[in-house]
């Protein structure tokens, strides 16, 4: 069972499971490589052994990584960068200075240990194969390496939202996803379904964001210490926002679309505050496009469940901090935002161990989709706290995404993806909004819509999951 931490994590764009997942990959193999340095195991080639490294990017990885930034996701990872620390202004000069001297340092471990590749060339010892897809998960990167003796092969999977798995040596995963905090053996309550959850908010007579805060305080945090993480992850996402809002220009892939954030915040401010009854839903499009925008242009966003769908709760939860002077009884600002991220956390929880949040696997209905279910009850939690209502918007937000196809054009996290985290904030305030006009009760559960996505994006092509060879990736001619 994933932390509100694991879901909610600081990284840089423009794809969660196509730049965060492979990034850390590859600092995991590297980390992998200096402890044998340590160990000395037999038969194993550790990091001061390697003269040679080709990477393969498999399936989905192949087909988009190009436009996603994988490959250099993957020789940043190997270079010892993480998602969470590296700055996004750095990583330009950083390729630049690779490409020019043909010297990659690797570096991983604790103690730091580093391998200096000479002679090395990025464009051919990163394969794009697309029409290779593994059986556990279609985002995979196969590294392959060797010293003085045979090559050693070790298979990760990029499952979505930067989760990262290693293959065990049998196309299936060894042990838990990465990043994982603490252990479920010492939950109190764990949960992983809508209707556990519901039962044991019953059962300890708590909301859902209170319960959620008591596994977080069994994974060693203390309350204080998880306000205050909680606090800096949305300072991260309301700044992603201001800075989407200022930011003006054309992105970068060769599209040439535009930033738009910036012109409609100006047209906001030219209306007259009573011009439009519905100017409120403009300023949340305003912010999960302003998100989306820095997300594709590849600067820091939280993956919320993933990053391109990183747009849908910080715009929703700016929404709810706007309500708080008119609402009575709405909880005080920094309550709402830690409530309201502790129950999305929750959902989102969910998700990532009944279902899917890879665009690859289930379309874009398992990131769009999730990311609105996840908003719809974390508004509704602050809006009312009744564990009834938080899963009942966080069905109606899912349900109608159902079916939602994954089909970036050029591959890049832009068209429709920057729009699609628009329109799914406004379907997550109308989800809670629906809920919270019911008495809880629901015909179809939450966890009858989470089974029944999973359905569907097996049943879809893989043409419409995030390979860019159907739907507007091939409608709109670039």
């Known amino acids: 069972m994933p932390s509100v931490f694991d879901l909610f994590t600081i990284g840089i764009g423009p794809s969660s499971s196509h730049t965060v997942g492979p990034m850390r990959a590859a600092a995991l193999l590297v980390d992998e490589l200096a402890a044998v340095d340590d160990k000395r195991a037999a038969g ?20 988009t990584g190009l436009g996603h930034g994988t490959k ?71 590294f392959m390496m060797r010293g003085d003796g045979p090559w050693h092969e070790v298979t990760y999977y990029s499952i979505g939202g930067g989760f990262v798995v290693r293959d065990d040596g049998n196309g299936q995963p060894a042990g838990p996803a990465f990043p994982a905090t603490g252990s479920d053996a010492a939950l109190p309550h764990p949960f992983d379904s809508g209707d556990a959850l519901l039962l044991a908010c019953a059962r300890e007579k708590v909301s859902v964001a209170q319960l959620m805060m008591l596994n977080e305080m069994a994974r060693g945090r203390t309350p204080h210490q998880v306000i205050d993480e909680l606090a800096h992850i949305w300072g991260v996402m309301n700044r992603s926002i201001d800075e ?14 535009r930033r738009r954030a910036p012109l409609m915040l100006a047209q906001l401010h030219d209306r007259a505050a009573d011009a439009d009854s519905l100017a409120g839903l403009d ?5 999960a496009l302003a998100v989306g925008e820095v997300n594709a242009a590849g600067g ?15 715009a929703v939860l700016r929404y709810a901090l706007t309500l708080r002077t008119t609402k009575q009884n709405f909880p ?33 209905q398992g990131e769009v989709g999730v990311a609105s279910s996840m908003a719809a009850a974390g508004l509704a939690q602050v809006l009312s706290g009744h564990p009834e209502h938080v899963l009942n918007a966080a069905e109606i937000g899912l349900e109608h995404h159902l079916g939602l196809t994954c089909d970036p054009v050029a591959g890049l996290v832009q068209v429709p993806c920057i729009e699609r985290n628009a329109i799914g904030a406004t379907t997550a305030i109308a989800a809670a909004r629906l809920a919270l006009a019911g008495d809880g009760r629901q015909l179809v559960t939450l966890d009858q819509v989470m089974a029944t996505m999973m359905e569907v994006g097996h049943a879809m092509s893989a043409k419409y999951k995030e390979t860019s060879s159907g739907g507007l990736a091939v409608a709109v001619k670039c």
């Not at 300023?283 to 912010?287: D, E, G, T």
């Open 300 to 314: 820091r966003i939280v993956t919320a469940p993933t990053n391109g769908a990183a747009g849908i709760v910080p």
């Open 332 to 364: 005080g600002e920094t309550s709402a935002i830690v409530d309201f991220l502790l129950a999305a956390g929750a959902i989102g929880s969910i998700y990532q161990q009944r279902a899917s949040i890879s665009g690859a696997e289930v379309g874009c």
């Open 244 to 257: 989407g809002c200022v930011t003006s220009g054309t992105l970068p892939g060769g599209l040439g679309v």
């Open 72 to 142: 250099q996701a993957v020789l940043l990872g190997l270079m010892g960068a993480r998602p969470e620390t590296i700055d996004p202004a750095t990583v330009p000069s950083v390729i630049a200075e690779l490409t020019a001297t043909h010297r990659l340092v690797m570096v991983g471990g604790a103690p730091l240990r580093q391998r200096v590749l000479e002679g090395f060339d990025a464009d051919r010892a990163i394969a794009l194969r697309p029409n290779k897809r593994l059986d556990y998960h279609p985002n995979a990167l196969r």
């Open 44 to 63: 194993l080639i550790g990091l001061r052994d390697l003269t040679e490294l080709r990477v393969e990017l498999l399936g989905s990885l192949g087909a």
């Open 283 to 287: 300023w949340v499009s305003l912010w």
